[in-house]
């Protein structure tokens, strides 16, 4: 009976203590002194240059309770409201205004930022700014919002071809002549396309945009000659331009070019594409029907190669091609070929890389309409690399492909080289070094000027330089190769600081 009582006093007693101790939990206190201050990760939100109607990526900013105590905002507001040009999602909630947003004691929220700028006609970068506004405990402060917009000539595909995926934009019709200038920059949404027997100029200090999947096509019978200088080269990149984006690859697809025509680049960077420059004929005769000249080019950063031929010609002088996800290189069925003082390198980080840089053959394999791999082949006749640096980050960069039923003829002159073969004892490499590192200044950088110790330093040869149809005097930073014992190898010459 005692037992029994017990367990029925236990039962009545245990519950009423913890509802006495409940109720003397008392909820956190919220502190309402004037003192309080609120500290953010930023003072002010800081965008890039975004052009007009193109949204930006999203800053963040993070506000923090440094106080032991529960605080409460009485209000977050966007000043301009509705009509800012910035959006704001406050803690999840996607709206200019929030009231009673709480933080807990040394706890934060975080405040997403976007923008896209309207139209304001004028050439010149202008400024966009705002602010967001918090009140707590009767005072105020706030965090700048700053932007940078750009108005463009946008450049929009609304056109369908059969076989062909983007759609795409007629930028320079049969028998015209366009010219893009430097006054705005150039957004292009799809493909833009030279069609047959039109042109297409660029002149320095011109900016051209691609968004996601967009391109510049130079059907056949057209040409383009892009005009830079070195104070005001053209630029070809994506559309965003925010740091992050800066050495991103693959934001847009290429530039394709197509026979019947000659086409020039001089002074030019194109980076962080798919391609570079795809130039090739669309049906290969044997011939030479197009011709791609490229001078003081950077092409750089693309997720698959720098510089892809079938059956062209190509000549090129001071010009980078670097950092690329397979071959920086890759010049197939035969052609026409002169590179001098030309630096091919690679030292890709965004993945695994396993194919050389530098793919030299007269075939490549394709798949016909039924999948089946049909080969293509054609005479390389001339493939001259004079003064030339290749070299990257795998122990063999190097590959020569030849198919003996179709001509291979090439020849490399004073240039350096990293090949897992040995051709040290090939009578068409003269003076050539073989994977002896140029040390570079800071390969994953992207700065491919040559340190202090390069041994590449004067190893060049001065009838390389005088025998060039392309001007070569001047490295592509304009340094003179010809007042010292040598000119350097590759496309930078080696200056004292």
Known sequence: ?????????????????????????????????????????????????????????TRILQVYNNNQKKIKISEIRLAGGDNSPFTVNIDGNPSTVVRDV???????????????????????????????????????????????????NFIVGNNK???????????????????????????????AIVDSSGTLNITEGASIHFHKNSGLWIYRGGAIHVEGTFENPVIFQGDRLEATYDELPGQWDRIWINEGGSNTFKHTVIKNGFIGIQAETLKPDGAFPGDLTLENCIIKNMSQWALFTLSYQVTAGNCLFANCGENVVYLTTGGMYDFRHCTFANYWNHSIRQSP??????????????????????????????NCLIYGNLEDEFLLSGDGSVAFNYAFDHSGIRSYTDYSSDPYFTACTFNEDPMFSDSYKHDFTLDTLSPVIDKGSMEVISSSVIPLQLDLLNNDRTNDSGPDLGAYEFKPE
């Open 102 to 152: 709480e933080i807990e004691g040394k706890d934060s929220l975080f405040i997403f930022i976007r923008i896209t700028v309207d139209p304001s006609n004028q050439n010149n970068p202008f400024i966009i700014s705002d602010s967001i506004i918090f009140q707590i405990n009767g005072n105020l402060t706030d965090v700048d919002l700053v932007a940078w917009g750009q108005d463009a």
């Open 357 to 386: 840089l530098f793919v030299l053959t007269n075939y490549i394999i394709v798949q016909d309409a039924n999948g089946y791999p049909v080969t293509l082949l054609g005479n390389l006749h001339k493939a001259f690399f004079g």
């Open 161 to 191: 071809l059969e076989g062909f995926r983007f759609p795409y934009a007629i930028v320079a019709g049969e028998n015209e002549t366009v010219v893009w200038s430097n006054a705005r920059p150039y957004v292009i949404y799809g493909y």
């Open 1 to 57: 009976m005692i037992l029994q009582k017990l367990r029925i006093l236990t039962a009545i007693i245990v519950p009423a203590i913890l509802i006495a101790v409940t109720s003397c939990q008392k909820e956190e206190e919220t502190d309402t002194g004037t003192d309080i201050r609120l500290s953010f990760s930023a003072d002010t939100v800081i965008f890039d240059t975004v052009f007009t109607t193109i949204g930006s990526t």
